[in-house]
DNA sequence: AACACTTTCAACCGCGCTCTA
DNA sequence: GTAGAGCGCGGTTGAAAGTGT
């Protein structure tokens, strides 16, 4: 079959989005949802293609990301699931509430990556590599010689645990015990497998919103939707799902992760600084376990 | 301080899958 | 059964930021 390109690219911007553009697509989508990437950029008055537009909103503006560097247990896992998976960055991002495929391969490609490799271990295979070009960099590290090592329980490292079990018999992943999270409990949703709850319409044209979401979150943009004082413009104060200092009606978006093991975000809106302003340049998210700003766009 | 080099990550590209007519 | 539309995924790019000299 033919493909036509997936927008009419004459005209349309590319590059950087700016705040006003975020703007208003984040008023798009809490007004109409998640609905048709394609007719998004003509009807909320934005100069880029649908895709653009969705990979803005997903991989950036969605309320209930996570931003800042993986957590160790969050590094730990993407190895396990990747060692499963290979570099299905949409599955592995499925097991981690608040990551997005394009983060966790980002991170994989910039940090995992050279710590495996670092270590002796193969990114790829999750295998020791060749004994002629292992573990270039011995500073920190002691791996034993990869030739000895049993591929499926490398040694503990103190930078990086691996916990990769490959091959389909395996022992359960360390992190099993570690967190009482096991990600050979957790099955594969497949895309067929996903059960729509019946809403508006608005995203029931697309299985994509599942798939950034485990079992215990929701789906942000519906039930922002269903907020009947919800005011974008307006203040949004803090959320958090633990003090109480709850202020806003969108707390819950990121309060769903039932372990209490979710970093909760805090976006702080103080006058005359507004949420589109902090989106682009000064979002401030909150390690609610340390209550230190580690990230401040 | 200035330049070169490296690293990071947001964004783009194109392919493949699914759905629908 | 087929073609087209739409979307998601994974690989790649390139600008910006960081680091070293």
Not at 112 to 131: C, E
Not at 205 to 213: A, D, K, L, P
Request: aromatic residues 6%; glycine residues 6%.
């Amino acid at each position: 079959m033919g493909r036509q390109p997936c927008c009419d690219k004459v005209g349309l911007k590319k590059g950087p989005w700016t705040a006003e553009e975020d703007k208003k697509l984040i008023s798009f989508i809490l007004t109409n949802g998640q609905c048709c990437w394609r007719a998004v950029p003509k009807l909320s008055g934005l100069l880029r293609c649908g895709k653009s537009c969705r990979l803005r909103w997903t991989n950036y503006l969605r309320p209930d990301l996570k931003r800042g560097l993986l957590s160790d247990h969050e590094e730990k896992l993407v190895i396990d699931l990747h060692s499963q998976l290979g570099n299905r960055w949409s599955k592995i991002a499925s097991h981690l509430p608040g990551r997005t495929d394009n983060e966790i391969k980002n991170h994989w490609n910039t940090h995992i990556k050279k710590k495996l490799k670092k270590m002796g271990i193969d990114p790829l295979t999750h295998k020791p590599l060749p004994i002629n070009n292992s573990n270039p960099i011995n500073d920190d590290q002691s791996p034993k010689p990869p030739q000895d090592q049993d591929p499926l329980h490398p040694p503990p490292s103190s930078t990086c645990e691996i916990t990769s079990q490959v091959g389909p018999n395996t022992e359960p992943p360390i992190d099993q015990v570690n967190n009482g999270f096991c990600t050979d409990e957790v099955p594969l949703i497949e895309p067929h497998e996903i059960n729509l709850v019946p809403s508006t319409s608005s995203s029931s044209s697309s299985s994509s919103s599942s798939s950034y979401e485990d079992g215990n979150s929701v789906n942000i943009v519906e039930d922002l939707l269903d907020l009947p004082s919800f005011d974008w413009g307006c203040d949004l104060g803090f959320w958090d799902d633990d003090d109480g200092i709850i202020s806003s009606s969108l707390d819950f978006l990121i309060s769903g992760d039932s372990d209490g093991t979710q970093y909760s975000r805090m976006v702080v809106d103080q006058e005359p600084m507004n949420l589109f302003e902090m989106t682009q340049y000064s979002r401030m998210v909150v390690d609610q376990e340390s209550m230190n700003l580690f990230d401040l766009l």
